[in-house]
Nanobody, 115 residues
Framework: QVQLVESGGGLVQPGGSLRLSCATS????????MGWYRQAPGKERELVAR???????NYADSVKGRFIISRDNAKNTVYLQQNSLKPEDTAVYYC?????????WGQGTQVTVSS
């Protein structure tokens, strides 16, 4: 069983920054890709950023140059540094991994960008 627990969301003004964290259970963290998704009200869940076990990353076009995904295998944790936040970044952010053909999700953390 894989458990994912997100933290770090909150209310921030446009142009501000947040760092989201996703702590995982188990010792298998280092061999699986991890992803951050988000879902805004009335919209489908979308991939924001993904990182492979070797540190290769990819990003949605809408966050390139502003968000940075990273991982600390010693702490079984993946991070999403969010800079230059915009109102359109407002969403619930979810951590995700695929293990044994099954998708695992955290409970989500709310990010609200508003003045």
């Amino acid at each position: 069983q894989v458990q994912l627990v997100e933290s770090g969301g909150g209310l921030v003004q446009p142009g501000g920054s947040l760092r989201l964290s996703c702590a995982t259970s188990g010792s298998i963290f280092s061999i699986y890709a991890m992803g951050w998704y988000r879902q805004a009200p009335g919209k489908e869940r979308e991939l924001v950023a993904r990182i492979t076990p070797y540190g290769s990353t990819n990003y949605a076009d809408s966050v390139k140059g502003r968000f940075i995904i990273s991982r600390d295998n010693a702490k079984n944790t993946v991070y999403l540094q969010q800079n230059s936040l915009k109102p359109e970044d407002t969403a619930v952010y979810y951590c995700n991994t695929l293990v044994g053909g099954k998708n695992y999700w955290g409970q989500g953390t709310q990010v609200t960008v508003s003045s």
